[in-house]
């Protein structure tokens, strides 16, 4: 599996961790616009000090660029400047630099290596991490893919000093669903210690990466290719999620923000299915109760939309299994599993509404 790097600051460790791990100093880097004006004259200033050299390529800093379009531009770019099998692809950025430069490094000469640098809060706990890759299509949201580990995953927690709060609290939701689903101490962590991550401050940041990261990278070495439904699990909420950003034409709302919103749906749900206590269930509604929103955002992308509607969305998802929805529910508080059989759609509409009253 990949070797996960917190460290502060990583980029000065990059050549020695490369020759650890016989990766050769040629490496295309993969910016976004945001990425390479907040991060790009240090990163290369530092590669090039340590002997790397290095093809630049800059995408733009929105969801349109998993594309193939945009893939192909890159391929293009990275013929002209004859990188070749022996190269590698260093991705610096949130979930999409992550997703379209792993895409591109799996596909490229049929694959070279990719090391990924995410700096963004849910980058760095979750979609950089499993070598999970892949590019949209206009029917659906990484419909098209691959599966494609990286040898290293770097993260520097003092890179999301720069990220807006509402980047911040997108991200808490990625962490915060490890502690529902594979780890009760990780979660009681979180309720102790919410304000202090949320603020960026050290050393609870740094635990909750770490903690958050170990989490996933256990559960995808168990089950990297989702056949026994142990890698599903760290999908609860997302198939609520799904829904809502379909909704939102997936421009109008952050990916973190709707699956918040789809962890309380779905801590509804798995209450109604006899699963997690009332008490546990408020337990989980009171830890997602400090999450902040943009003004209007939930009475907007959420409450505004009728319940049947959202579960219409949620069954327009492409990445639907055998034309059912899969549910992640929890039989407590740090146990989920993945409900494989049909749930009665009343029920769902009823979890929406009452998670529409809880918001």
């Given at each position: 599996?990949?070797?996960?790097?917190?460290?502060?600051?990583?980029i000065?460790?990059?050549?020695?961790?490369?020759?650890?791990?016989?990766?050769?100093?040629?490496?295309v880097?993969?910016?976004?616009?945001?990425?390479?004006?907040?991060?790009?004259?240090?990163?290369?200033?530092?590669?090039?000090?340590?002997?790397?050299?290095?093809?630049?390529?800059?995408?733009?800093?929105?969801?349109t660029?998993?594309?193939?379009?945009?893939?192909?531009?890159?391929?293009?770019?990275?013929?002209?400047?004859?990188?070749?099998?022996?190269?590698?692809?260093?991705?610096?950025?949130?979930?999409?630099?992550?997703?379209?430069?792993g895409?591109?490094?799996?596909?490229?000469?049929?694959?070279?290596?990719?090391?990924?640098?995410?700096?963004?809060?849910?980058?760095m706990?979750?979609?950089?991490?499993g070598?999970?890759?892949?590019?949209?299509h206009?029917?659906?949201?990484?419909?098209?893919?691959?599966?494609h580990?990286?040898?290293l995953?770097?993260?520097?927690?003092?890179?999301?000093k720069?990220?807006?709060?509402?980047?911040?609290?997108?991200?808490?939701?990625?962490?915060?669903k490890?502690?529902?689903?594979?780890?009760?101490?990780?979660?009681?962590?979180?309720?102790?210690?919410?304000?202090?991550?949320?603020?960026?401050?050290?050393?609870?940041?740094?635990?909750?990466?770490?903690?958050?990261?170990?989490?996933?990278?256990?559960?995808?070495?168990?089950?990297?290719?989702?056949?026994?439904?142990?890698?599903?699990?760290?999908?609860?909420?997302?198939?609520?999620?799904?829904?809502?950003?379909?909704?939102?034409?997936?421009?109008?709302?952050?990916?973190?923000?709707?699956?918040?919103?789809?962890?309380?749906c779905?801590?509804?749900?798995?209450?109604?299915?006899?699963?997690?206590?009332p008490?546990?269930?408020?337990?989980?509604?009171?830890l997602?109760?400090?999450?902040?929103?943009?003004?209007?955002?939930?009475?907007?992308?959420?409450k505004?939309?009728?319940?049947?509607?959202?579960?219409?969305?949620?069954?327009?998802?492409?990445?639907?299994?055998?034309?059912?929805?899969?549910?992640?529910?929890?039989?407590?508080?740090?146990?989920?599993?993945?409900?494989?059989?049909?749930i009665?759609?009343?029920?769902?509409?009823?979890?929406?509404?009452?998670?529409?009253?809880?918001?």
């Open positions: 599996m990949s070797e996960i790097i917190v460290s502060t600051p990583v000065d460790r990059i050549g020695q961790l490369f020759e650890q791990h016989n990766l050769q100093k040629k490496t880097v993969l910016f976004d616009e945001h990425t390479r004006k907040l991060f790009g004259d240090r990163l290369l200033e530092s590669l090039g000090h340590q002997g790397f050299t290095v093809k630049e390529l800059v995408i733009a800093a929105r969801e660029s998993k594309s193939f379009r945009t893939a192909f531009n890159l391929y293009s770019e990275m013929i002209d400047a004859d990188v070749d099998r022996s190269w590698n692809l260093l991705a610096v950025g949130g979930g999409v630099v992550g997703d379209l430069g895409f591109v490094a799996a596909s490229y000469y049929r694959g070279i290596p990719v090391v990924q640098l995410p700096t963004t809060l849910l980058a706990t979750d979609s950089s991490i070598g999970k890759v892949a590019i949209n206009p029917k659906g949201k990484n419909l098209i893919g691959f599966f580990l990286p040898e995953v770097l993260i520097d927690p003092s890179w999301l720069t990220l807006p709060e509402r980047e911040i609290y997108a991200g808490m939701a990625e962490v915060v490890y502690g529902f689903i594979a780890d009760r101490q990780f979660f009681d962590y979180l309720k102790e210690h919410f304000d202090e991550i949320v603020a960026v401050r050290d050393p609870y940041v740094t635990e909750a990466i770490q903690r958050s990261a170990m989490i996933k990278q256990r559960v995808v070495e168990e089950d990297f290719r989702e056949r026994s439904g142990l890698r599903a699990t760290l999908n609860f909420g997302h198939t609520f999620a799904h829904g809502l950003e379909k909704l939102a034409d997936y421009r109008h709302i952050r990916h973190g923000e709707a699956v918040t919103l789809g962890m309380i779905a801590l509804c749900l798995s209450e109604r299915m006899g699963t997690l206590s008490e546990e269930k408020q337990e989980g509604l009171d997602l109760a400090r999450f902040r929103f943009r003004k209007g955002l939930v009475e907007k992308r959420f505004s939309h009728e319940s049947g509607e959202i579960l219409h969305s949620m069954l327009s998802d492409k990445k639907k299994v055998n034309r059912e929805l899969r549910f992640v529910l929890l039989n407590g508080l740090g146990e989920a599993f993945l409900h494989t059989s049909s009665d759609h009343q029920l769902v509409i009823k979890a929406i509404d009452e998670a529409k009253t809880l918001c």
